[in-house]
């Protein structure tokens, strides 16, 4: 079977679906390959992303489609035609046959790609309906059966369905439902129901894009390519008092192909010479091919920026430097590579803390309420408390003596204790789980430990006795 064929084998009567020992009798000297879905979905995906040079809005549409949406881009070629001439000569640059078709509607669209008489369909703005008038029942990307029925009751184009009552069309067809896919679609191409469509690539709030008359090939075009995008993005930020996270730099071949390097950062920021000194270290593995004729810059996961006044509160150009070493380590090691402590809202030491990756919102609303008490923790806390035995003076009294790791050492100061009941509001209570009493103790040779001891020797009576850890260490 013929899965697809090119505008010339159409010319000598071939059609996507017919038997191959037919299509070899009508036209002997048809050359054929094996088909292969996979790769032409991926070939299909990889062009998808590569017209993203043309708008950032676009998408896969079937097998052998593609939707772009060009609201708000047509300027930027000097209009639609022209930029529907500059689609179709890049297409054809890159060994592609293409019927492009441009409407108010993506259903619209869509039928004037695969069934108007001229390669390249441009309908009126508000003409919609006017123009789809005259095209097959078959433009509404309807299947074979709903079609054949609508050719039967004599409905063999897309005007025919204007004048037909709604309710008497429906009832024409074995079920409900697909009397209702037909209607949706009609509704769908003339603009009367809105049509959910989803982009390819998550949409940029703001882009910067160039394209150049002769290929860019070497670094230097390129640098300077980017930090004039970069000054342009940046100022429209700063003008509406936003900062970005995350940038993204996209090169586009002239022979196809897509170079994406994106950076990420720990704040949000517009400051372009920041973002130049990011990139300069992404640009060095850049294949440039036979050229990059255009380059764009978005950027993402934006938030508002506070006032650099603001910033004296908080350690000021100490801050920066910070954030700025931070956005030089994840962008050469990954996200993944660089954490930080965020406090979270438990009494336990090792629930109190958990690593976020530094791009992650600062969350201050509990380390800011926090008793000052419960800020005093050891410098150095082990992941599970380690068992110890202690001599105490008294039962419950801090320890004299305690042994861990088989090395002995004598009490010189002790404080506390620090008690931390189970947190049986947030999880059930393990049956073993105790309260703790922590202190801080130091031994005779000025050694600091963080000790605790779960459970109280008055419950020894109906529990196993008390026992004793260290859970970290402070110097």
Same mark, same amino acid.
């Given at each position: 079977?013929?899965?697809?064929?090119?505008?010339?084998?159409?010319?000598? +009567?071939?059609?996507?679906?017919?038997?191959?020992?037919?299509?070899?009798?009508?036209?002997?000297? %048809?050359?054929?390959?094996?088909?292969?879905?996979?790769?032409?979905?991926?070939?299909?995906?990889?062009?998808?992303?590569?017209?993203?040079?043309?708008?950032?809005? @676009?998408?896969?549409?079937?097998?052998?489609?593609?939707?772009?949406?060009?609201? =708000?881009?047509?300027?930027?070629?000097?209009?639609?035609?022209?930029?529907?001439?500059?689609?179709? =000569?890049?297409?054809?640059?890159l060994?592609?046959?293409?019927?492009?078709?441009?409407?108010?509607?993506?259903?619209?669209?869509?039928?004037?790609?695969? *069934?108007a008489?001229?390669?390249?369909?441009?309908?009126?703005?508000? +003409?919609?309906?006017?123009?789809?008038?005259?095209?097959?029942?078959?433009?509404?990307?309807?299947?074979?059966d709903?079609?054949?029925?609508?050719?039967?009751?004599?409905?063999?184009?897309?005007?025919?369905? #204007?004048?037909?009552?709604?309710?008497?069309?429906?009832?024409? *067809?074995?079920?409900?439902?697909?009397?209702?896919?037909?209607?949706?679609?009609?509704?769908?191409?003339?603009?009367?129901?809105?049509?959910?469509?989803?982009?390819? &690539?998550?949409?940029?709030?703001?882009?910067?894009? &160039?394209?150049?008359?002769?290929? %860019?090939? /070497?670094?230097?075009?390129?640098?300077?390519?980017?930090?004039? /995008?970069?000054?342009?993005?940046?100022?429209?930020?700063?003008?509406?008092?936003?900062?970005?996270?995350?940038? @993204?730099?996209w090169?586009?071949?002239?022979?196809?192909?897509?170079?994406?390097?994106?950076?990420?950062?720990?704040?949000?920021?517009?400051?372009?010479?920041?973002?130049?000194?990011?990139?300069?270290?992404?640009?060095?593995?850049?294949?440039?091919?036979?050229?990059?004729?255009?380059?764009? %810059?978005?950027?993402?996961?934006?938030?508002?920026?506070?006032?650099?006044?603001?910033?004296?509160?908080?350690?000021?150009?100490?801050?920066?430097?910070?954030?700025?070493?931070?956005?030089?380590?994840?962008?050469?090691?990954?996200?993944?590579?660089?954490i930080?402590?965020?406090?979270?809202?438990?009494? /336990?030491?090792?629930?109190?803390?958990?690593?976020?990756?530094?791009?992650?919102?600062?969350?201050?609303?509990?380390?800011?309420? &926090?008793?000052?008490?419960?800020?005093?923790?050891?410098?150095? %806390?082990?992941?599970?408390?380690?068992?110890?035995?202690?001599?105490?003076?008294?039962?419950?009294?801090?320890?004299?003596i *305690? @042994?861990?790791?088989?090395?002995?050492?004598?009490?010189?100061?002790?404080?506390?204790?620090?008690?931390?009941?189970?947190?049986?509001?947030?999880?059930?209570?393990?049956?073993?789980e105790?309260?703790?009493d922590? #202190?801080?103790?130091?031994?005779?040779?000025?050694?600091?430990?963080? /000790?605790?001891?779960? +459970?109280? #020797?008055?419950?020894?009576? @109906?529990?196993?006795?008390?026992?004793? #850890?260290?859970?970290g260490?402070?110097g």
């Open positions: 079977m013929l899965s697809a064929v090119n505008q010339q084998a159409e010319i000598e +009567g071939l059609k996507s679906g017919m038997r191959l020992a037919d299509a070899h009798a009508l036209f002997p000297a %048809l050359r054929v390959h094996q088909a292969d879905e996979e790769a032409d979905r991926q070939s299909l995906l990889r062009l998808a992303l590569w017209c993203g040079r043309f708008t950032p809005w @676009t998408a896969p549409n079937g097998t052998d489609g593609l939707v772009l949406d060009i609201t =708000g881009c047509a300027h930027l070629f000097g209009g639609e035609e022209a930029l529907m001439a500059e689609l179709v =000569g890049a297409l054809v640059g060994g592609f046959e293409a019927r492009l078709g441009l409407a108010d509607t993506a259903a619209a669209a869509w039928a004037c790609a695969r *069934f008489d001229d390669p390249v369909t441009i309908l009126p703005v508000d +003409g919609t309906a006017t123009a789809l008038a005259p095209f097959p029942v078959e433009g509404l990307d309807l299947n074979k709903a079609a054949m029925v609508l050719r039967r009751m004599g409905l063999s184009t897309i005007g025919a369905l #204007y004048d037909i009552p709604r309710t008497s069309l429906g009832r024409r *067809f074995r079920t409900t439902k697909e009397g209702e896919t037909v209607l949706e679609r009609l509704d769908r191409a003339l603009g009367r129901i809105s049509e959910p469509l989803s982009p390819l &690539m998550p949409q940029p709030q703001y882009l910067r894009r &160039m394209a150049f008359s002769e290929p %860019l090939m /070497l670094r230097d075009g390129l640098e300077a390519a980017l930090r004039h /995008l970069a000054a342009e993005l940046t100022q429209a930020l700063d003008r509406d008092h936003k900062g970005a996270r995350r940038y @993204t730099l090169c586009y071949r002239v022979d196809g192909g897509i170079e994406q390097r994106p950076i990420s950062l720990a704040r949000s920021s517009h400051d372009p010479e920041h973002l130049l000194r990011l990139f300069a270290e992404r640009l060095d593995d850049i294949d440039a091919g036979f050229g990059i004729d255009v380059v764009t %810059l978005h950027a993402s996961r934006i938030e508002t920026t506070i006032n650099d006044q603001l910033s004296l509160t908080r350690g000021g150009r100490a801050r920066d430097g910070v954030d700025r070493l931070v956005d030089r380590l994840i962008n050469r090691l990954g996200t993944a590579a660089v930080r402590p965020q406090p979270v809202e438990s009494h /336990l030491p090792e629930r109190a803390c958990r690593r976020v990756p530094p791009d992650i919102a600062e969350d201050t609303a509990w380390s800011d309420h &926090m008793p000052p008490e419960r800020q005093a923790r050891p410098f150095r %806390l082990f992941m599970r408390p380690e068992a110890i035995e202690v001599m105490a003076e008294v039962p419950d009294g801090p320890p004299l *305690f @042994t861990w790791r088989r090395v002995t050492r004598r009490v010189a100061h002790a404080a506390g204790p620090e008690r931390i009941a189970p947190e049986w509001w947030t999880t059930p209570v393990e049956p073993d105790a309260l703790r922590y #202190y801080q103790v130091e031994d005779t040779a000025g050694r600091r430990y963080w /000790l605790f001891r779960a +459970g109280l #020797y008055q419950d020894s009576a @109906t529990k196993s006795p008390p026992s004793w #850890y260290v859970h260490l402070d």
